[in-house]
């Protein structure tokens, strides 16, 4: 599905199923919906085809055109959907009264035949509309008017500015571009080599961050130093003819003079420029690269002929920076050049800063601006005629595509190009975004279920929907359009955010396009009430949701978000009988307020209710919601959603009812607090659930039956990727579970259970059976040296939380081998950890984990200074440490203990964190012990942060 075709896409499928005899449709009726099925099928191509056109192109006719197309395709997607749900909503009734059985299928008979009557009217209505749509398109000729001519459009790139700014106005390039010039000298292979081989360095970011000038300022600086040099941007729509003719022309302009008049094609082009590079030390820098295949295009005339010659590449695309030589990511500005940059460009006349200038707009201005130096000097360009008084109101009313300013215009121009390079699909999952309030971090996986939900993503043979999701996630992550939120533990990408100006433009683009309502404290502008398909309310008192004339003049309303709102007891927004998607977040409920209308949405697919404060009862009537794919609330579950058998994902913080067993499509299973009030009958039903991907619950016990029943069902669950079991400790007997069978999935990538006790370290958790696990967290009663080693050559494993209660020692630890926790950075233990070189000659370390009661399995030293060789780090990317201290079991010289702990094995160490259990020893020890901690931090290059009580 995209903004433009709407629901076009999904009516061919719902028109074949109209056609199936089991909804009897009269004989006229079906020879219409077969007229209408071929009259979309004339539209859609051309459609599609606008679709791809970036909509500020597109000739204004078209444009009413296509959006008269998509609110029919709405509207048909309505009829039929409802015509569906009518008929097919008192299917499987389970009443066993003969006698209502009875009247329950003659009141279905008459209701049936009602909906096939009024079908059968609107499938002529709109057949009749379509028709008018399609002799409209012939009549105004369309597909010859599609775009505007060229010279109703801007053809000056205001990207072009950046190259030609003065650096001494661009606050904090020179840091950056120090970096820059350090990557481009750093030796590849051995010194003599580092001057030699051609250095190829990618610059990504987000629009507006500076990559073009960034790249400026260090051609500028560098291109000198070689013997030729070209600067030439791409952009989006760039002919690969003109690049290399543009290359050639600046890297010789005396002998390429006449090239743009030459006829030659790519081919001869780029053997030209083979040519000439063959013997140059040259700098190029290639600025705006949008796709993979425009960059080995490029790449093909570039010669490595060991000259020591130079490439710097720009772009928004993390894919086209990686294929394009080593990766520089441009940082936004600290908030302090970004104060600078805003009062440089303010005052740029006499270039001083004003004593008395309002700091708390500034800053709010400057928040908004999020280091981006684009928005910044937009944001000072806006307020340059105006007075300081003005701000405070300016900032109010603020939003990028509201004013009239040039800058701002230049900025939102700047933006869009990002948006317009989208494919169709990926367009309307970002538009979507602009339904989150700013600064809003949004949870990944409700995201992609929401899209799910609207029908944004389109299914594959054998393919997961959610997994498609996940993919057009990354992409705009990918695009650098929206911002990823990494878990600080595991560094997943868990939620995302969108930066204040793409949020802006979003919301532009949404309203031009009728494709989401917003109504907020911070959002200017009403929608046409009897058009809106989905409505956001955001930070907005009761009165703004639930007044009967919203509700009645919104018929067509498919999708509803309330943000931070408060709800009253009147549910006028439950009453949106086409809803699809129903996510109230955040918001407070009034004491009374219900939700027993919740079970006539019976077209939802999303529903979520997360409160603040106490909860409404959820109604028995969620058992009537057959299409429901999502249920994420609070409150107490009622028993009917045993039959949603179309849920996909179920969360929620109360008991599941009996029966979880029967919906066997759940991908998705999150339960707070308690899995059931029969526990073990929920351990066996989970067995029936082969699609679940996350399961995460709480339980109070489970003895030995109830495990074994647990490991069968994991035996059943060979799609899970994610594992989260919480509440009281078990004790696991490891080999009665591998008795019964316990294995772990292959794609399990996150596994945590601290609170199951296993005897002994299970046999299936090892390098080849888990490579894809990041995230574990284990109690392992009793551990020796090769399970401690089996864990640290876990391929993936970034996060280790590891209890157990034994003194265990890796010896003969080797850098070198790659087989020793390498991709770890955090770890945690309830040990003391302490890192040891036994022979000074060797390069071999011991790791001890010590539990503080058995004998010590390391020496005191006084330091390390007598070693004669010093190993590379053992953990190379570890950089937080959380471990015990037992100073109370130490035998004496505990600042020789303390300060010799090894973290000069940890090469990107930035935090060392724990407990120190100091039982009876004196304050002075105490203090002693601490200083010596404290020290070795100092000592550490890193300087790492020091935390342990």
Known sequence: ????????????????????????????????????????????PFLHKVSDVPWDRLDDQVKVWAREVREASYDMEDIIDTFLVRVDSSKNNADSSSFKLAMTKLVELFSKAKARRDIAAKIMDITKRLEEVGNNRQKYKLNEIMCKPLAAMS???????????????????????????????????????????????????????????????????????????????????????????????????????????????????????????????????????????????????????????????????????????????????????????????????????????????????????????LAIITMASLLASKPECEWSMVYNSIGFHTTDNREVEDTMTILSFSYYDLPPHLRTCLLYLSTYPEDYQIEKDSLIWKWIAEGFIDGKQGTRLFELGEGYFNDLINRSLIQPVEDVWNDRVESCRVHDIVLDLMRKLSSDENFIAILGDNVEGAPAPSNVHRLAHQNRIAEHINSETMVTGMPKVRSYTAFKCFIDSRDQFLRFKLLRVLDIVHCSFEKGCHLEHLGDLLHLRYLRIRFNGSSPELPIQLGNLKLLQTLDVEGTLPASIVHLTELVRLCANQKVPDGIGKLVSLEELRILYGCSDKPRRFFKELASLRELRVLVFGTQWADEAMQ?????????????????????????????????????????????????????????????????????????????????????????????????????????????????????????TNAMVLFEQPDEEDTSVSLHMWNGEDAMPFASRKSNDSRKVVPSGVMPILEV???????????????????????????????????????????????????????ACNIHPNHPTFDML
Not at 28 to 38: A, F
Request: charged share 25%; net charge positive; glycine share 6%.
């Open 1 to 44: 599905m995209s903004v433009v075709t709407g629901a076009l896409g999904r009516l061919g499928p719902k028109l074949l199923q109209l056609l199936h005899g089991e909804y009897k449709l009269q004989k006229g009726v079906r020879k219409q919906v077969e007229s209408l099925s071929r009259e979309l099928d004339s539209i859609y």
């Open 155 to 373: 053809t000056m790139d205001p990207r072009l500015k950046a190259m030609y700014k003065e650096v001494t106005q661009l606050i904090g390039v020179n840091k950056s571009s120090d970096e820059l010039i350090s990557l481009l000298n750093q030796s590849q292979q051995d010194h003599d080599a580092s001057n030699k081989k051609m250095k190829m360095v990618s610059v990504v970011g987000v629009g507006g961050l500076g990559k073009t000038t960034l790249a400026k300022a260090v051609y500028d600086k560098l291109k000198s130093q070689y013997n030729c040099g070209a600067f030439v941007s791409i952009g989006r729509d760039h002919d690969l003819v003109k690049v290399f003719k543009d290359i050639l022309f600046q890297l010789d302009s005396e002998n390429h003079k006449d090239i743009h008049s030459t006829g030659r094609g790519v081919e001869l082009l780029i053997h030209q420029l083979r040519e000439f590079l063959k013997k140059k030390r040259y700098f190029i820098v290639i600025d705006d690269v949008w796709e993979v295949r425009t960059w080995e295009a490029i790449e093909l005339a570039l010669v490595e002929n060991n000259h020591g010659s130079k490439v710097i590449t720009t772009t928004r695309n993390v894919d086209v920076a990686k294929a394009s030589g080593e990766v520089y990511k441009l940082k936004q500005l600290s908030y302090d050049d970004s104060m600078k940059l805003f009062y440089t460009w303010l005052y740029r006349a006499d270039q001083k800063f004003l004593d008395n200038h309002p700091d708390d707009i500034s800053e709010k201005i400057l928040m908004k601006c999020a280091g981006i130096p």
């Open 708 to 828: 074994g029943d647990f490991v069968e069902s994991l035996s059943n669950m060979q799609k899970v990727q994610y594992i989260d079991v919480h509440g009281s400790p078990w004790f696991a007997d490891t080999a009665m579970w591998e008795a019964a069978g316990f294995v772990l999935p292959r794609p399990l990538h996150y596994l945590r259970w601290p609170l199951i006790r296993f005897s002994k370290l299970p046999s299936c958790i090892n390098p080849t059976s888990l490579p894809n696990l990041s995230h574990l967290e284990l109690f392992v009663i009793t551990m020796d040296e090769q399970d401690l080693k089996l864990l640290a050559r876990l391929p993936a494993l970034c996060y280790l939380n590891l209890t157990t209660e034994s003194t265990v020692t890796a010896s003969n630890i080797n850098s070198s081998d790659r087989s020793f926790f390498q991709k770890l950075r955090h770890f945690v």
């Open 881 to 935: 440490l959380v471990f015990n201290l037992p100073l109370r079991a130490l035998k004496g010289k505990y600042s020789d203990y303390c300060g010799n702990i090894g973290l000069e094995y940890l090469p990107s160490l930035r935090e060392l964190r724990g407990l120190i259990f100091y039982g009876d020893v004196p304050a002075t020890v105490r203090d002693a012990a601490l200083a010596a901690l404290r020290d």
